[in-house]
């Protein structure tokens, strides 16, 4: 499996994709959850329709599978404008930033996705856009080179990233409006949940949905993507409404754990508190342990186990919190080194994200 495919990796295949769009929301209204950062983009929007005039640039910043390309989708419905979707790792040169800006429409929603991702100099190429839409086309080389001004009809740049911090500060400065997206309630999931179910046809009960919403680590990417296996279990098992022992007998199955753990992430804790005594033990030695890359261990299955408060991270390595243990279901011995209370100097979840 690879992790494209793997059922709680955050990041969407190919395969996945088709899936996806055929589940977005369409409008602000049928969007679940964020409750905030709704009611603020739908001010954004309503006064840019009350002036006529196309909306600020919008900043969407947050984890993988919470909504940006959803709601960058839906501001240009809400906004009847067309929307071009390009993305910072496609945009290396200043010029192919250009060509994307000059063939614009007026009012056209442009959706750059990964925008932390973008060259330097295209990134200043679009400070000029964004303010005074307008851009310098360069043309020649050397000391013979002009800058020739070209006007840009007025548009809306909606910007995401699951990196706020990675934005130079002029371009986080050009966004008239920034939501941070934040994982989900299990009750806002489990809303996800029943929509997706409607729209695919299936009958799962209120248990079966919050089985499978409690298991998808906040993010309604991979709720819906746990409800599609539980689909496919259900009709193998020729069972008419999905309930919850259906759902975790699915899950079990694919080795999602109650709380949302995957294999990898269950190997890695299981390592910490049999090999090391709950630690601490260094990443790398940690990885070998489980036969990962160490960028795997850091990047998959850290970022979750934390914001779980199973894992710590400390300056003298990782550690098993009392709760990895008890999960586990494995009795943490006495001289744990971190045994009851976390120590002064861990990492706290927020930051670690
Ligand atoms: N608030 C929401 N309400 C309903 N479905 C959602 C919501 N947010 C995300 N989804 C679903 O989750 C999937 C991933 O969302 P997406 O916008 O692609 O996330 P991101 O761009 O942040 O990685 C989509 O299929 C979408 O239907
Ligand atoms: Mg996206």
Redesign the pocket.
């Known amino acids: 499996m690879s992790n494209d495919e793997s059922l709680t990796t955050?990041?969407?295949g190919p395969e996945?994709?088709a899936?996806?769009?055929?589940?977005?929301?369409k409008n602000l209204d049928?969007?679940?959850?964020?409750v905030r950062v709704?009611q603020q983009l739908d001010l954004v929007l309503q006064a840019s329709r009350i002036r006529e005039r196309t909306a600020d640039h919008v900043l969407?910043s947050?984890?993988?599978?919470?909504?940006?390309?959803?709601?960058?989708?839906i501001v240009a419905a809400e906004m009847n404008a067309p929307l071009r979707i390009s993305s910072g790792p496609a945009i290396q040169h200043a010029g192919d930033l250009a060509a994307i800006l000059s063939s614009l429409s007026e009012g056209e929603v442009l959706f750059l996705?990964e925008i932390h991702r973008m060259s330097r100099p295209a990134e200043e190429m679009l400070y000029m856009a964004m303010e005074d839409f307008r851009v310098d086309i360069i043309v020649g080389k050397g000391a013979g080179a002009t800058a020739i001004p070209l006007e840009l009809p007025p548009f809306t740049l909606v910007g995401?990233t699951?990196r706020a911090g990675l934005l130079p500060g002029p371009l986080r400065d050009r966004f008239g409006f920034t939501g941070h997206?934040e994982f989900?309630s299990t009750q806002?999931l489990e809303?996800?949940l029943r929509?997706?179910a409607m729209l695919m046809d299936l009958a799962v009960n209120s248990a079966g949905f919050s089985e499978i919403a409690g298991r998808s680590r906040g993010?309604?990417?991979i709720?819906?993507r746990l409800l599609r296996r539980v689909r496919d279990w259900a009709l193998v098992n020729g069972l008419e409404q999905i309930d919850a022992r259906a759902a975790s007998a699915a899950l079990d199955m694919y080795e999602v754990d109650a709380r949302g753990l995957d294999r990898l992430d269950r190997s890695v804790l299981h390592a910490l508190c049999t090999k090391f005594g709950g630690g601490p033990v260094g990443l790398s030695t940690l990885a070998i342990a489980v036969g990962e890359e160490t960028e795997t261990v850091e990047s998959v299955a850290e970022p979750f186990l934390v914001r779980e408060g199973l894992l710590g991270r400390t300056p003298r390595g990782r550690i098993a919190t009392a709760a990895a243990w008890d999960h586990l279901g494995l009795r943490m011995p006495a001289d744990a080194v971190f045994a009851g209370q976390l120590p002064e100097d861990i990492e706290s979840p927020a930051e670690a994200e």
Do not use: H, I
């Open positions: 955050t990041g969407s996945e994709r899936m996806e769009s055929a589940l977005r929301p049928d969007f679940v959850g964020q709704r969407l947050g984890p993988p599978g919470l909504g940006k390309t959803t709601l960058a989708m996705d995401a699951t997206l989900y806002e809303l996800v929509r997706s993010t309604p990417r709720a819906n």
